[in-house]
């Protein structure tokens, strides 16, 4: 499914998402979390061993919710499917987004070696929205 433009335009600004996925036993987990949009897929960026990563390993299936902060009655759900886990690009991806929310790259938790960074191509299924025009 292609993004329309008043959807990619609200996507366009660097809103916090929210990722919804459920485990293999059906609980929901929900996580806020950063995203920017590639083409017509959603990219968003994780460490190896967190939650929302092994849902998704599991099931491919998600929510996606981007609120603005300034009204939240303007927003957009995308319900949509992992088509990738790219573990080549994860440490690049999370620079990209890093530079987007916060004008740096990322930071890595002090005297931690740098975690394995995973990033999650998303492919929308079903997107809706509130006052995007």
């Given amino acids: 499914m ?7 335009a609200f996507l366009d600004n660097p809103y ?3 990722l919804a996925t459920t485990s293999v036993r059906g ?5 806020p979390i950063w995203y920017l949009v590639d083409g017509d897929h959603i990219v968003v960026n994780t460490s190896r061993g967190r939650v929302k ?6 099931n491919p299936y998600l929510a996606l919710t ?3 902060p300034q009204n939240v009655y303007r927003y ?4 949509g499917k992992v088509v990738r886990f790219d573990h080549e690009s994860g ?5 990209r987004l890093s530079m987007r929310y916060t004008g740096k790259p990322y930071r890595y938790a002090a005297g931690n070696t740098p975690e394995e960074r995973v990033t999650i191509v998303i492919r929308p299924l079903r997107v809706s929205g509130l006052r995007l025009g």
């Fill in 66 to 68: 981007v609120v603005d």
């Fill in 76 to 79: 957009v759900q995308v319900q």
């Fill in 16 to 18: 916090t998402a929210v």
């Fill in 2 to 8: 292609s993004l329309n433009d008043a959807t990619r």
């Fill in 27 to 31: 609980r929901s987990q929900a996580t």
């Fill in 91 to 95: 440490a690049r991806d999370i620079d």
């Fill in 53 to 58: 990563l092994q849902n998704l390993e599991a």
